[in-house]
């Protein structure tokens, strides 16, 4: 079971936890990882790849801090020229956004 979410509020100095809403979109959570990318845009938190003996991971997450949800991003039914290629697994990466689009650099796998 993946670890809970938790916010930290700055006005109080204090941490909670929060538990996304199961009935929003996924039910599904990101396994647990560590190594990987994430990054923060507009009003979710991205995530991609990483590690957990002894798979790699290559997904993509998206937390919603506004609905509290996940949703997975999958390449299926996507246009096989704008999604192609896709980033392979990876851990240990940097990733970043600029504009509308994410940049992955570097990492192993």
């Known amino acids: 079971m993946p670890p809970p979410c938790r916010e930290w509020t700055a006005a109080t100095n204090s941490w909670k936890v929060i538990h996304p809403n199961p009935g ?3 039910l599904e959570k990101p396994p647990p990882r560590y190594l990987s990318a994430h990054t923060q845009f507009r009003d979710t938190f991205i995530v ?5 003996n002894p798979q790699y991971h290559d ?3 998206v937390f919603n801090a506004t609905v509290l949800s996940w949703v997975k991003i999958t390449y299926r039914h996507r ?3 704008v999604y ?3 980033p392979t697994v990876r851990y240990g990466h940097s990733m970043t956004h600029v504009g509308d689009s994410l940049l992955l650099f570097g990492g192993f796998g």
Request: glycine residues 12%; hydrophobic residues 30%.
């Open 59 to 61: 997904d993509l997450w």
């Open 84 to 86: 192609n290629p896709r």
């Open 24 to 26: 929003r979109y996924d």
């Open 48 to 52: 991609h790849g990483g590690y957990m």
């Open 79 to 81: 246009n096989f020229l």
